[in-house]
Structure formats: structure tokens, C-alpha cells
């Protein structure tokens, strides 16, 4: 037997460790732990340990609505168009990753390889979906109004600003994208709480939207118990507005009520099937619409000054 052979064998026969994925909160486009320094254990649908996720803290929400509000200015004054070639990218680089989401959604959720696979893919196109929507929704709910007088009224869709999301429970992907993807599209910046018992393919999609276009703190990610995490962003003067979609009855009255305080829109849990075409409601729920007159200077015999 060659020297080469000899050393070829020994390689195959070497065992090597695991390398285990440390999972960190997505923050200001950055990875922070939680600062309290806290995780928890994080198992599958058999209740086998898959990894330890941080368990944020009232700070990190804190930090994470400052991180939404400095990037709101810059996300909302971008084009449309520059928006939903984000979101497509976003699409892009989640299809590249599709092998690792499917894997993580398949233990997050006790589905079979396919039945996963099926997910990913909905998701992807999801971002896809919203993507050509960024710069048709305000013609769809936006335009001039007619009046009576010689004006122009025309009524624009703004955003409302910083949204804080409480992700689908049971859904950890699918549902996460399906309620992230329209607050961004539209303008707004986002502080999510993935899932509770699922958080791991939400915080590994903070890693692909590090990696595609999309500026830090448009989209700042938390992971932890999601009562801990939503009562401090519901109550919060410089959050505005927060869906509910993934609260329980009891602590969706609780964030509902703690809302009130400065007057957030709140967009209430409700059954939904993340694998439907998503309508247009998630987007508008989430813009404000501003109304400008004008006027057009006095009417001639012809009815126009022009």
C-alpha cells in the first residue's frame, strides 16, 4: 500500500465534531446577543434539543425600536421601485438558502423534507408577491378625489412608521414572512418576536436579509417569551402601530389595551391560511393617508382655467 493511500485512509477515517450554529437576535443590522445575556433551550416537534436561542430582554426591545426609527427615514423616502428591488432580492438569496430553511422549517414544525420544501418555496414567493407590489399599492388605494370647488384633492398612502410584529406562533416561516414582508414593502420599519417555540428560521432569515440590500434596523428580529418581549413594545411612545397575529386571545387584549396609550393602529390575531394569495389588507393596514388641495385658479365660461 503508497504512503498516499495510507494518508487518504486515515482522513476517511478521522471523526470530526459537530459544529454547532450560535443563534443571535438580528439588530440594527447587526447580531447581537441578548444583552441580559439569557437563552433558552429550543426543541422539535419529538422534543429533541436543536439549539439555544437567545432569550431577549426588555433592552433588547428598546434598542431594537431605536435601531427601526433610525432607519425609517431613509426606507421611507426611497422609491417604490427601489423598495420592491430589495424585497426581490431578499427572494434571491433565501432561494439560494433553500436547503438550510427547509431543514430548519422541517424540525421547527414536524413536517416531512417535501411538506417543508413546500413552505420555502411559498415563502419565496411571498417576498416575490410583495415585491411587484411596492410600487402599484398606491395607485390601487391613492388618486384624485373629486370635489366640489375648483381644487385638486389628491390623497397619497404614507407609512406609519415603526411597526412592532408579533410573528405566527405555529407558522414559523411561512406566517413570519407573510406578516413581515407587506410592513416593509410599504415604507414602514419592523421589530419582530418570531415564535416562541419556533424562533430558529426566523432568526436565520435575519442572515439573509444582512446579505440582501435590505439597510440595517428596516427589520430587527427578537427571539425569546413573547409576553416578556410584547408588552414593553406595545406600551412603547415611539412605536406605531403592532400586529397581534401571533398573540394569544388574553395577551392580544393586554397589548390592545397597552396600545391605547399613544393611539397605535393595532391590527387584531385572526385565522389566516398563509398558503392563500395574501390580499392587500396587511399593506394598508399599516399607511396613513395624506390628502393635499389644490387649487386649479378660477373657472373660465369653459369650465378651465387652462
Known amino acids: 500500500m503508497s504512503e498516499k493511500t495510507e494518508k487518504s485512509e486515515k482522513i476517511e477515517k478521522t471523526e470530526r465534531l459537530s459544529v454547532f450554529k450560535t443563534y443571535k437576535l438580528y439588530v440594527g ?8 445575556g439569557r437563552v433558552y433551550e429550543v426543541s422539535d416537534s419529538k422534543g429533541n434539543w436543536l439549539a439555544n436561542a437567545p432569550q431577549s430582554s426588555r433592552k433588547d426591545a428598546r434598542d431594537a425600536v431605536v435601531a427601526a ?11 417604490a421601485y427601489n423598495r420592491g428591488q430589495v424585497l426581490y432580492r431578499v427572494a434571491e438569496m433565501l432561494e439560494g438558502r433553500k436547503e438550510q430553511f427547509v431543514r430548519e ?3 421547527a414544525e414536524g413536517l416531512s423534507k417535501p411538506k417543508a420544501a413546500a413552505v420555502v418555496d411559498a415563502a419565496v414567493d411571498r417576498w416575490v408577491w410583495y415585491a411587484g407590489w411596492t410600487d402599484k399599492i ?16 389628491l390623497s397619497s398612502p404614507e407609512p406609519t412608521g415603526v411597526v412592532a410584529v408579533v410573528a405566527p406562533q405555529e407558522s414559523s416561516f411561512l406566517g413570519l414572512v407573510s406578516v413581515v414582508a407587506p410592513v416593509i414593502a ?46 414593553p413594545l406595545a406600551a412603547h411612545q415611539d412605536v406605531n402601530a403592532i400586529d397581534l397575529a401571533g398573540a394569544d ?3 392580544a387584549k393586554e397589548l390592545e389595551i397597552a396600545a391605547a396609550d399613544n393611539l397605535k393602529r393595532v391590527l387584531r390575531p385572526q385565522a389566516v391560511d398563509y398558503f392563500e394569495t395574501p390580499g392587500i389588507d396587511r399593506m394598508t393596514a399599516f399607511l396613513e393617508t395624506k390628502t393635499v388641495w389644490h387649487p386649479t385658479g378660477s373657472l373660465g365660461a369653459s369650465g378651465s382655467s387652462y
Open 29 to 36: 443590522g447587526k447580531f447581537p446577543r441578548s444583552e441580559s
Open 69 to 79: 426609527r433610525k432607519a425609517f427615514g431613509g426606507w421611507a423616502g426611497a422609491t
Open 105 to 107: 422549517v422541517a424540525d
Open 138 to 153: 398606491a395607485q390601487v388605494i391613492g388618486g384624485a378625489n373629486p370635489v366640489a370647488g375648483p381644487y385638486f384633492n
Open 186 to 231: 410599504t415604507g414602514n420599519t419592523a421589530v419582530v418576536i418570531a415564535s416562541e417555540r419556533a424562533p430558529l428560521p426566523a432568526l436565520s432569515l435575519g442572515e439573509v436579509l444582512a446579505t440582501s440590500d435590505v439597510p440595517g434596523g428596516v427589520v430587527n428580529i427578537l427571539s425569546g417569551r413573547t409576553a416578556e418581549i410584547a408588552a
Open 249 to 251: 386571545e388574553v395577551l
